[in-house]
């Protein structure tokens, strides 16, 4: 099959194919490029199949009432997504979470996309970013390294992240601020730019005993040559160091005064702002490789985490993404080349789910572009939304790493709002306001407008 093309989008993974399923319902005429089949392969995929799925066959959480993954899913299927659909035809049982069949999703995926005459799928390897025509960049993290190193280049950057260090996050208000405070080494800055965890001398040994015993996940084969960079180097490969290596690096205390005591810690652990409406807080420089239950237990045994909820637990792994929140516009298109839009895990989300919805967001996007409509991204208090403003400029670009949708991510309810109350505000809060924008925008449920 041949089609005169009107968007062309590169890389048949999740994003890929939920972009393209929202342009061709419209009617719109794409070339979907996919490099496996063309005689390529990456490391991790098994298959030339689209929107293969790589690791765990779970979407994660269905439960739209209290989970934000969950939510997404319902907003995703309000929008005729292709992934949610499939996966509903191949769901085995996962109680409450989405699991699915892998081959018979992606055989339904595939079937989908070629039932609408509008997708040519092109078996070939993309080297360079085009210099004209509508784009979709949808390559996940696995992009060839020619075609990577084109995106640096193009975009300026210095290098993409070809090996990420991910440090945990912890929801904010799961911090015991009678034990930790707010303050700045040597009291620079605003005074509240981190979040201070001391340990004294036995808490601190007990720690660093704990890093070097806890259980580590194994790189896969082909990530075992991949080489550390000092500058996001995995804590307990700096424990290893030395027993005093951590107080020189992550976790010195030198300037930061306690005020329960007037003096500085034994060791500190820092936590800085990781979102603009300081939700969520980063633990700084506890990138890290170990099993995520034995980082749920020794976190918590720093004061003031004892009962820390994560948004994100810490990793180590080849990665390739851009940062989104300064080489993106609102609508996802490259400042620097409007006609490119990025969509997937590139952007810097994480998980199948977030991937496949920047996917159908991007493709929404070019269709109105196309149509010369006016579109207005939705509101922060959506779940689109929310991984949308995060990716697109409410992240610090400095320490961006991938992120999968949480509910630190939404803005925080206004007045007050009981904590077991919390997460029931904010989905009536997102349903009420995706309904609004999707009326606003002339989408309905199962329309292609």
């Known amino acids: 099959m041949r089609v005169s093309h009107k968007v062309h989008i590169i890389g048949g993974g999740l994003a890929g194919s939920e972009a393209a399923w929202q342009l061709a319902r419209r009617g719109i005429a794409v070339r979907l490029s996919e490099m496996r089949g063309s ?57 409450s979470a989405l699991a699915v069949d892998r081959d018979v999703f992606s055989a339904e995926v595939t079937k989908r996309l070629l039932s ?25 993290p696995l992009t060839a390294l020619s075609f990577a190193e084109n995106i640096r280049q193009r975009t300026g950057e210095t290098s993409l992240a070809f090996f990420d260090a991910i440090a945990p996050i912890v929801y904010h208000d799961s911090i015991d601020m009678d034990v930790a405070w707010y303050a700045s080494r040597w ?64 976790m010195k205390p030198v300037g930061l005064d306690n005020p329960k005591t007037g003096r500085w810690p034994h060791a500190v652990v820092q936590l800085r702002q990781d979102n603009k409406q300081g ?79 920047v996917g159908l967001m ?38 961006y790493q991938p992120m999968n949708i949480n509910f630190g991510l939404f803005p925080p309810p206004e007045g007050k709002v009981h904590k077991k109350e919390r997460k029931a505000f904010l989905t009536d809060r997102a349903r009420a306001d995706l309904a609004q924008w999707m009326g606003e925008m002339g989408l309905s449920n199962g329309s292609a407008a």
């Open 39 to 95: 005689g390529e392969m990456t490391p991790a995929h098994q298959t030339e199949a689209l929107a293969e799925l790589v690791c765990s066959n779970s979407f994660r959480s269905d439960d739209a009432d209290n989970n934000a993954v969950g939510l997404l899913h319902q907003e995703m299927r309000r929008l005729d997504s292709v992934v949610m659909a499939a996966a509903e035809v191949a769901k085995v049982p996962a109680g």
């Open 116 to 140: 609408l005459g509008k997708v040519e799928i092109v078996r070939e390897r993309v080297d360079a970013l085009p210099d004209e025509g509508l784009t979709i960049v949808a390559t996940g």
């Open 187 to 250: 009291d620079k800055g605003d005074g509240k730019d981190y979040i201070n965890c001391p340990m004294d001398k036995e808490q601190y040994l007990a720690f660093h005993q704990g890093l070097l015993d806890a259980p580590k996940a194994d790189f896969k084969e082909w990530e075992k040559d991949t080489p550390y960079f000092e500058g996001c180097m995995p804590i307990e490969v700096m424990a290893e160091r030395g027993l005093d290596t951590l107080r020189f690096g992550p």
């Open 279 to 357: 939700s969520i807080w980063n633990m700084v420089g506890f990138q890290t490789k170990m099993k995520h239950a034995a980082q749920v237990e020794l976190f918590r045994t720093i004061p003031g985490l004892e009962k820390a909820e994560f948004a994100r637990l810490g990793g180590l792994h080849r990665n390739t993404f851009i940062r989104s929140p300064i080489l993106l516009d609102r609508q996802l298109r490259l400042k620097s080349a409007p006609h490119i839009r990025f969509a997937g895990q590139i952007t810097g989300c994480e998980g199948y789910v977030e991937s496949s919805a």
């Open 362 to 399: 991007a493709g929404i996007m070019a269709a109105h572009e196309l149509a010369a409509q006016e579109f207005v991204p939705p509101p922060e208090t959506t779940a689109f939304g929310a991984l949308l403003h995060h990716i697109t400029g409410d992240a610090e670009a400095d320490s």
